[in-house]
């Protein structure tokens, strides 16, 4: 951020200017050199990631708004990690979670065919249905069919793996080491600090997009993670898009932003119909002022979106309005499958709508953004096959794809490199 921008930010983000970067410093920290392209290409790289990265950072598997009450649990499958894991809200309304793994013979407590499974829990307890053994939602193991079968059982031991579980600002985070080497709190850093605030949790309305991609992920990821690429890939959905610009560049460890701001769009008759529907009320229409300080610091009106990227894997889009029809904000995860295979899940965030005009606005408001994310992903399975047949050694990035390069600077630290 520059003098000016500073001294614009709005009351209490004066704490938060350290983090910001002009261009000229992210080319000093990040360098300008191409990237070799080698962590995308060789599936030896893929091996340390798993271990080095993905069983080792925070990864965000669940929201709040998703099990709200006793007993609610959701399962996620992390083939990357290569365990289900079980997130569930006890008796007490502490969000924990499990290894979703009977400790009698290991197989799952609730059985999954889905990458994420929802249920609830009757009487706060949770069987498996290979032997019958019963557990606590808050973990410990309640009773075993037979017990007197065993000739050795000690039942305190053998409650539910737990995981290393915790919340920041409604998203539940996991870390899978035995031994996390920080708390969330101090992962996120002054990123957790600088995005804290927003009323996340007001949406709760929730429009989900996942597809299974033959890529790697970071090559999701980096896809994501840029605008460069808007007025060339998003031209069929986004008509009359002429420009973008990327600034306020934040760097916050592993963590990394940027504000999106851009020219107005050509919209269709229905899609300015439903817009006003959600612009015309103060619960869904613009409210620059929930977007935390910081970010758009001069109140600029062509604010499009601010790109929060929580490494390694989940980025959040804040726009609260500004920009788009309605309070809203969507976000994307990439998790890999293996080496070549990359779950993809967009998911669109609005609060509750109130009437038929307000669902069938966000509904339409939803539509768009799938289009756009359709022709994102469109172009990933190309890139990925790029990479490997080895024409390129290397990516040559430019000032708005700098959130590609810190990625990858993170991630060679992670793998000690």
């Not at 979703?100 to 949770?126: D, I, M, Q, W």
């Not at 929930?290 to 990227?309: A, K, S």
């Amino acid at each position: 951020m520059n003098d000016q921008a500073v001294a614009a930010l709005r009351p209490g983000a004066e704490a938060h200017a350290h983090i910001g970067r002009t261009i000229e410093q992210i080319r000093s920290e990040l360098g300008v050199a191409p990237v070799p392209v080698d962590a995308i290409r060789d599936p030896a790289i893929y091996a340390l990631e798993q271990d080095k990265v993905f069983r080792r950072a925070w990864l965000k598997v669940a929201t709040d708004w998703e099990i709200p009450e006793k007993g609610d649990y959701k399962v996620k499958e992390l083939p990357v990690a290569e365990t289900s894991l079980l997130i569930v809200r006890g008796k007490d309304r502490k969000v924990r979670a499990f290894h979703n793994v009977c400790t009698h013979r290991g197989n799952k407590v609730v059985p999954t065919t889905e990458f994420e499974t929802f249920g609830k829990a009757r009487a706060n307890v949770l069987s498996c249905r290979f032997h019958g053994w019963v557990f606590s939602t808050d973990g410990p193991l309640r009773s075993v069919p037979l017990e007197s079968g065993f000739g050795e059982l000690d039942k305190a031991c053998l409650g539910l793996r737990e995981v290393a579980c915790d919340t920041w600002e409604g998203f539940v985070f996991v870390n899978l080491a035995d031994r996390p080497e920080q708390t969330l709190e101090e992962y996120l850093g002054d990123f957790g600090r600088l995005f804290g605030g927003f009323p996340y949790h007001e949406a709760t309305t929730a429009f989900r997009y996942s597809t299974v991609l033959n890529c790697n992920w970071k090559v999701a990821l980096y896809a994501f993670s840029e605008g460069y690429h808007v007025p060339t890939i998003h031209a069929g959905s986004l008509p009359g898009f002429t420009g973008i610009e990327h600034s306020d560049f934040k760097l916050a460890g592993p963590h990394a932003s940027s504000t999106i701001y851009g020219a107005g769009m050509e919209a269709a008759a229905s899609t300015a119909q439903f817009a006003g529907v959600l612009h015309a009320d103060r619960e869904h229409g613009p409210r620059p002022e929930l977007v935390p300080p910081g970010i758009n610091p001069t109140g600029r009106t062509d604010f499009q979106f601010e790109l929060p990227n929580i490494f390694p894997n989940f980025l959040i889009h804040l726009a609260a309005g500004c920009g788009y029809p309605g309070m809203a904000y969507f976000t994307h995860q990439f998790w890999p499958l293996d080496h070549g295979r990359t779950l993809w899940e967009g998911i669109n965030y609005f609060r509750p709508a109130r009437n038929a005009a307000e669902r069938a606005a966000q509904l339409h408001v939803n539509a768009l953004h799938r289009n756009a994310w359709l022709e994102d992903t469109g172009t990933m399975e190309d890139t990925f096959t790029g990479i490997r047949s080895g024409a390129i050694g290397a990516m040559h990035l430019m000032d708005q794809e700098f959130m590609i390069r810190h990625a990858a600077r993170t991630l060679d630290s992670y793998l000690g490199k």
